[in-house]
């Protein structure tokens, strides 16, 4: 518990790993203001907050959408106060292999991820200057290092980390750090539409991917939800500008 509850963003909050960060964060006390597109999604995750005794609102935002970004933060702030905590976590994929990989699909993955963390962190760090506190999250990947079928999707989670470390810099004197977390293969809808894409069954993917991993199994989202929670904790002020794999081995 970080003794009094603060107000954490969590992006792409509808399900998957921000649904789990969310959940975690509430568990340790914190005000959950939970963005992303679906709405749909973002009800259920702010019920089971509830459900649990947590206090939560939702919002519908794109985080690559500059006005939508500005109207969701501002209007966070006025319903739950300010945001100290941001975990910049919503993500798409549009896997392809470099020689047919069209721009858009290119484009849509900075978009999200870069544009998308750069614009919520713009508008977030201000609340969390004025209060000379913060902790600012960025969720990274273990394609970060390379994978093929990737080229988009690994420069921008390679270019999250450049700008994770940045932040710690230039934050760093407002009490504000910024670390990244960097999953290796954790079983979502992100990784079963990777198996539709490969024409194999989620199953035989995840079997697969545990037997690669040093652990023997693949990662779940709350894995990824208490290394978050570490770095979004009152205790970890003197780590910034970190990459923590969570990747059931030696990844990064
Ligand atoms: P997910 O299940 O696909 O959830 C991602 C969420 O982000 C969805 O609810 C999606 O909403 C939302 N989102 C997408 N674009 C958005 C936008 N422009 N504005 C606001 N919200 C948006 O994915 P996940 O597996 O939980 O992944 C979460 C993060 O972890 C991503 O950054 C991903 O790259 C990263 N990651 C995942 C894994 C893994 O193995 N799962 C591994 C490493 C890193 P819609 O449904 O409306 O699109």
Redesign the pocket.
Known sequence: MTGRARTAIV??A?????RAIALELSGRGERLAL????LE?LAETEWLIRESGGEAARFQ????DESSVGAGVEEAAERLGPPLILVN????LRDDLLFKMPVEGWDTIMD??LR?AFLMSREAQRFMVDHRWGRIVN?S???ALGNAGQANYSAAKAGIQGFTKTLALELGRFGITANAVA????A????RSVADRLGIGFDELVEREAAATAVGRVGAPADVANAVAFFASEESGFVSGQVLYVAGGPRG
Do not use: C, Q, Y
């Not at 509808?14 to 921000?18: M, N, P, S, Y």
């Not at 976590?89 to 798409?92: D, I, Q």
């Open positions: 992006t792409g509808a399900r998957g790993l921000g963005f992303d597109l679906d999604g935002v794109d985080v690559s976590n919503a993500g798409v999200v991820h998308g969720i990947s273990t394609s999953p290796g293969f954790i979502t809808d992100m990784t």
